[in-house]
């Protein structure tokens, strides 16, 4: 597979005065220097077997919302989500 643009990373940003939540795509190049030295969360692939199916998107989508409430705790009173994981049907 061949790339077309450049490498860029997603930034989520929740605005509690127009309470709206913003993904920004940004080039790492750019944020490369602003990411320096900065707290990171490794989420090993290999935790998940490899898949990025349905599960695995509705559990970054909650912790990236959890992660958005530590510093703006006003967003936890839309948050209905299942914190935990959801068991996968069998064979899957």
Known sequence: MIAIDPLRCAVLNYDQESQCLTVK?????RLTPILAGVFAVPILLDDFDFRLDDEFARRLGVAMLNAIA????EIKQYMTVTQEPIERPSGQ
């Open 25 to 29: 795509l940004v080039e790492l190049a």
């Open 70 to 73: 530590l510093g703006q705790p």
